[in-house]
T-cell receptor, first 111, second 112 residues
Framework: SQTIHQWPATLVQPVGSPLSLECTVE??????LYWYRQAAGRGLQLLFY??????ISSEVPQNLSASRPQDRQFILSSKKLLLSDSGFYLC??????????FGSGTRLTVV | AQKITQTQPGMFVQEKEAVTLDCTYD???????LFWYKQPSSGEMIFLIY??????QNATEGRYSLNFQKARKSANLVISASQLGDSAMYFC?????????FGKGTRLSVIA
C-alpha cells in the first residue's frame, strides 16, 4: 500500500539557522509531490510542487527552496530561517486518477 | 484563477445535532473535483468526502454528505449527529488542472 512519511514532526529552530524537512513516498512511482504551509490563522498555501525528478515549480517567492533528488523524495530547505517561516508544513502526493495523500505534518517554530 | 471561499471561520454545534459547513468556489476548469478534509489539533489531514463536477448524485460517506449545487458553485459539507471527536478544522479544497486550492478553513467546535 502507498504511504507517505514526513519528518520531523516538530522542530524549534533559531532565526538564521538552516532548515531541512524531508518527505518520502512508498508504494508508488512517479508521484506528483507537494509542499504546503499553514501559517497561524490562515489556510493552507502551496509552496512547491514537482512532477518529476529535478522538476520543481515554485508558487510563492520566499525564503525557502525545494529539491527532488529521487523519484519518491521531496525536500524542503532554507539556508537562513526567518521568524515568518514558522508554521505547519504538509507534504502531499498524488498520481493521475488517484486522490491526494497528506503526510502527518511538521510544526516549525522559529525563535 | 481558482478560488475557494469558506465564510465561516468558526462554528459551534451541540453534540448529536447536524451542522453545515459552507464552501463556495470559483473555477475555470471544465472538469474538477471538490474535497473536504478534516484537520484535528494533531495537524494531520484526514480525507472526508469527494465530489466530482460531473457526478450526478451528491456524495455521501457515513455521517458526511456533500450538498453540491453546481449552478451556485457551492459544495457545503453536512455532518449529521455531531460527535465530540468532530471538533477540528475543516478545509474545502478544489482539485482541477492546477495543484490543489484550499479554503481558509472552518474551525468546528462540538459542545457536549
Amino acid at each position: 500500500s502507498q504511504t507517505i512519511h514526513q519528518w520531523p514532526a516538530t522542530l524549534v529552530q533559531p532565526v538564521g539557522s538552516p532548515l531541512s524537512l524531508e518527505c518520502t513516498v512508498e508504494g508508488t512511482s512517479n508521484p506528483n509531490l507537494y509542499w504546503y504551509r499553514q501559517a497561524a490563522g490562515r489556510g493552507l498555501q502551496l509552496l512547491f510542487y514537482s512532477v518529476g525528478i529535478g522538476q520543481i515549480s515554485s508558487e510563492v517567492p520566499q525564503n525557502l527552496s525545494a529539491s527532488r533528488p529521487q523519484d519518491r523524495q521531496f525536500i524542503l530547505s532554507s539556508k537562513k530561517l526567518l521568524l515568518s517561516d514558522s508554521g505547519f508544513y504538509l507534504c502531499a502526493w498524488t498520481r493521475t486518477g488517484s486522490g491526494y495523500t497528506f503526510g502527518s505534518g511538521t510544526r516549525l517554530t522559529v525563535v | 484563477a481558482q478560488k475557494i471561499t469558506q465564510t465561516q471561520p468558526g462554528m459551534f454545534v451541540q453534540e448529536k445535532e447536524a451542522v453545515t459547513l459552507d464552501c463556495t468556489y470559483d473555477t475555470s476548469d471544465p472538469s474538477y473535483g471538490l474535497f473536504w478534509y478534516k484537520q484535528p489539533s494533531s495537524g494531520e489531514m484526514i480525507f472526508l468526502i469527494y465530489q466530482g463536477s460531473y457526478d450526478q448524485q451528491n456524495a455521501t460517506e457515513g455521517r458526511y454528505s456533500l450538498n453540491f449545487q453546481k449552478a451556485r458553485k457551492s459544495a457545503n459539507l453536512v455532518i449529521s449527529a455531531s460527535q465530540l471527536g468532530d471538533s477540528a478544522m475543516y478545509f474545502c479544497i478544489h482539485s482541477g488542472n492546477t495543484p490543489l486550492v484550499f479554503g481558509k478553513g472552518t474551525r468546528l467546535s462540538v459542545i457536549a
